[in-house]
């Protein structure tokens, strides 16, 4: 019986520091959608640009350059957080989401 608890407790352990799955580009832009609104056709805050319409490439720019610290106005701050919490692969994945709004 103790084995079998062992090795119930390595699996709970691998499971949870295993790495997470990349989400898609519409699940990712969800935590967007507040801001930027269902289309990305609203500046964030008043404050920031119109996002719809951006090719990709600009898209990857602006988030890792906000991540950088090295890109952005007066919603630097906040988009650096939102940005943290996104590897390259889903920052491609929403940026060619947000591109074919």
């Known amino acids: 019986m103790k084995k079998m608890s062992g090795i119930f407790v390595a699996v709970c352990v691998l499971s949870v520091s295993a790495p997470v799955v990349h989400a898609g580009g519409a ?3 969800q935590t967007c959608v ?3 609104g269902a289309n990305a056709e609203l500046s964030a805050m008043g404050k920031s640009q119109v996002i719809k319409g951006w090719p990709a490439t600009q898209i990857v720019e ?3 350059g906000y991540k950088a610290g090295t890109y952005g106005g007066p919603l630097k701050a906040l988009m650096k ?3 943290d919490k996104l590897d390259d692969a889903s920052i491609q994945a929403v940026a060619e989401y947000i591109s074919a709004l």
Do not use: M, P, T, Y
Request: aromatic share 8%; hydrophobic share 40%; net charge negative.
């Open 27 to 29: 699940e990712v832009f």
């Open 34 to 36: 507040e801001c930027h």
């Open 62 to 64: 602006a988030i890792n």
């Open 81 to 83: 957080v939102q940005g």
